[in-house]
């Protein structure tokens, strides 16, 4: 018997190295531990019982999208950087530029029926950099306002017929303020990777960011001003705190916010904070001029940067499972984010969002997705940066009752960054 123990511990033992051997190793790198960490190692976990001739290795998590360019393009030079890398929507470009990622094309095209694994040129078109697949999406967000509907009671606000506009939402901030005992009005993540909520409300009026050849700066325009004089209303009118995002959306959880407009992305992480203290709902962005007006999506995206060709095969497996209808279900189901996989949505969620209406309000925007723009050329980044800046001097207070003149610093700081040449490519 013990000769029996012995040998079946041995084959045990041959087996496992011999997998060992025959595995290939990718290491794999995503942004916000404090959104992702669950979804990942949830994903990870399914993804080994169907591929166990893949080792998938995780990276200490990025910060942010900022944090994970910046590292990436630095990594690059010194060929240090992982298999897989999660990064921001607007981030593709610059990566783009510098020759980082691997071209996606060859790999779609050798799929077969992928159309039916909920893969779709919307989800293509996403990660499209120069008339190249370079990312699949992974895990969308649109802006939407969380609403606590008991301090809107309060108020004497109607909970059935919630904010449509920008000035109902002020109107009704401004009587939640008047409550008294610290409670803020309303609050908006205009920080998020800095100008994220800045495109919001002037893409959803009808506008851009550049003109048409991106020579030249097109948010000074009236949808610009509509914009920039709505975020300091909130601040004027609204009594919106100097506050940054985590604690905006402590403050919503503990129930001292009327109103918390930022990303789709925090409904799961907020609706556990909350934990049943007041009455939470979700409605869509205000002011969405119809026809024209859009919401840029945002999220992040899955890229290939391995170089070894086994590696890079091996990686475009775990992408495919990642982006697909089972990865992108456990997505939605531990974040607040949309996936873009049709068959995820129309199958694997389709109870969930009857059982989840908040999760829905975003799902609802779907037809209002945009792209998440980029700034082209070398200062791409410090364009955010700018923006981001200059909206600080609003929130801050520092000239929140000169926002016309703000709008116009911006754009001459931007206009002065942009690439001398005509005709950027897009």
Do not use: C
């Not at 916000?32 to 993804?47: G, Q, S």
């Not at 009704?172 to 908006?188: E, F, R, S």
């Not at 001029?289 to 475009?316: C, E, F, H, M, Q």
């Amino acid at each position: 018997m013990l000769k029996s123990f012995i040998a079946a511990a041995a084959l045990s033992l041959a087996a496992g190295s011999a997998l060992a051997q025959t595995q290939t190793e990718i290491v794999m790198q995503y942004p916000y531990p404090e959104l992702f960490t669950e979804t990942h190692k949830r994903i990870a976990d399914e993804f080994a019982k169907v591929h166990p001739e893949i080792k998938v290795t995780m990276r200490a998590p990025y910060e942010s999208y900022e944090d994970a360019t910046q590292k990436v393009l630095r990594e690059a030079v010194t060929n240090q950087m992982p298999d897989v890398s999660f990064q921001g929507l607007n981030r593709i470009r610059v990566l783009v530029d510098k020759n980082i990622p691997a071209e996606l094309g060859g790999y779609i095209a050798a799929e077969k029926d992928f159309d039916k694994q909920g893969f779709h040129q919307a989800m293509y078109d996403i990660g499209t950099a120069g008339g190249k697949v370079y990312a699949l999406p992974f895990a969308i967000s649109l802006p939407i306002v969380y609403v606590n509907l008991d301090l809107l009671k309060q108020a004497g606000g109607d909970i059935n017929n919630l904010p449509k506009s920008w000035d109902e939402l002020i109107a009704l901030a401004k009587k939640v303020k008047a409550l008294g005992n610290d409670t803020n009005g309303v609050t908006y993540a205009w920080d998020i990777t800095g100008n994220w909520l800045w495109q919001a409300p002037v893409f959803a009026r009808g506008g851009t960011m550049l003109n048409a050849d991106e020579t030249k700066v097109a948010f000074d325009g009236p949808e610009g001003k509509f914009a920039i004089n709505m975020i300091a209303r909130l601040v004027n009118e609204g009594g919106m705190p100097n506050l940054d995002q985590p604690s905006m959306r402590a403050a919503f959880a503990a129930g001292k916010t009327g109103f918390h407009i930022t990303s789709t992305s925090d409904l799961n992480k907020v609706t556990q904070m909350i934990g049943g203290k007041f009455a939470l709902k979700t409605i869509p962005f205000p002011d969405v001029t119809p026809s024209t007006g859009r919401l840029p999506a945002g999220g992040n995206v899955v890229l290939i940067l391995a170089k070894d060709k086994a590696k890079r095969d091996a990686a475009w497996e775990a992408v495919k499972f990642w982006t697909g209808a089972k990865g992108a279900a456990i997505m939605a189901e531990t974040t607040g984010y949309m996936p873009p996989n049709k068959v995820a949505n129309e199958v694997y969620l389709k109870d969930f969002y009857v059982k989840n209406p908040n999760n829905f309000t975003a799902v609802g925007q779907l037809a209002l997705l945009t792209k998440w723009y980029a700034f082209p050329g070398d200062n791409g980044l410090k364009i955010t940066d700018v923006i981001k800046d200059h909206l600080n001097s609003i929130i801050s207070g520092a000239r929140a009752k000169e926002s016309d003149a703000v709008l116009a610093d911006m754009a001459a700081d931007v206009q002065k960054l942009l690439p001398k040449t005509t005709g950027a490519a897009r």
